[in-house]
């Protein structure tokens, strides 16, 4: 199924902007966080899957970081995640997606000791939630000073002896220009963002008005059937995104 999501969302009252997505998709990706947190909004969730609605979560992102050289910083990064996994299970919903974490000024001149962070703080939160049976997936990130995961093997590898599946997201791995390299590893995710840039900044264009291979999207996504969540900078053009999709990828 294709759904939305877009961080500005959240910035409005779930009750006005409800009505507003659901007019247009039957499936959410709500970004848990500012207005739309998941201890706020969750009567307002199970009214609408009342209502055929489906939701998944993607954790917060604000002021979260799993590496955080201040091991208080991490320990609350790690609790908040693992809480939205606890919300989302008791909402019914399974799937979940997380960022991995990011480098701080300290930490870029330490990147191998981040990654390792990384890859404990992800299995800590795992053998905290694996018993929920959820399908949480690491998002890979876009090119940046302070990010990780920008390429395949640290992707996969941040999640190694773990239940997580991926996140692709096709915009941030095309900042990269490392789209196909991502789409080898396609047996392992569970969900996917999609988007467009013109190859340097995650610049969340409409489909098609920047310079991702749709074409060999297409034919790499033979088989998946996962969700596809459209992030975009609004829902005008999250609609646009749609009509995109149905024009140049009919299979999905």
């Known amino acids: 199924m294709i759904g939305i999501s877009s961080p500005l969302f959240s910035l409005q009252p779930f009750r006005d902007i409800a009505p507003i997505v659901i007019d247009h998709f039957q499936l959410w990706e709500v970004v848990a966080e500012g207005e739309h947190d998941l201890n706020i909004i969750k009567d307002h969730i199970t009214e609408l899957q009342d209502q055929g609605i489906e939701f998944q979560i993607h954790a917060p992102q604000s002021d979260i970081n799993i590496t955080s ?42 990147k191998e000791k981040v990654l390792e962070r990384n890859r404990v703080s992800v299995a800590a939160i795992w053998k905290r939630v694996k018993d929920l049976n959820p399908m949480v997936c690491l998002e890979n990130m876009p090119r940046s000073w302070a990010t990780i995961c920008q390429v395949p093997e640290e992707w996969t590898g941040a999640v190694e002896g773990t239940g997580f599946k991926l996140c692709l997201d096709l915009g941030h791995a095309n900042t990269r220009g490392l789209l196909s390299d991502f789409l080898k590893h396609i047996q392992m995710v569970g969900n996917i963002h999609i988007h467009d840039n013109m190859g340097r900044t995650d610049e969340h264009l409409v489909v098609g008005q920047g310079t991702i291979d749709f074409a060999m999207v297409g034919k790499a996504l033979e088989g998946y059937t996962g969700n596809i969540i459209i992030e975009s900078r609004g829902l005008d053009h999250g609609l646009q995104s749609l009509q995109a999709i149905d024009r140049m990828l009919p299979g999905l």
């Open 69 to 110: 050289i201040d091991q208080h910083i991490k320990e609350y990064s790690i609790n908040r995640i693992v809480g939205v996994v606890e919300a989302a299970h008791e909402l019914g919903i399974s799937t979940v997606t997380i960022h991995p974490g990011h480098l701080s000024p300290l930490g870029i001149h330490m």
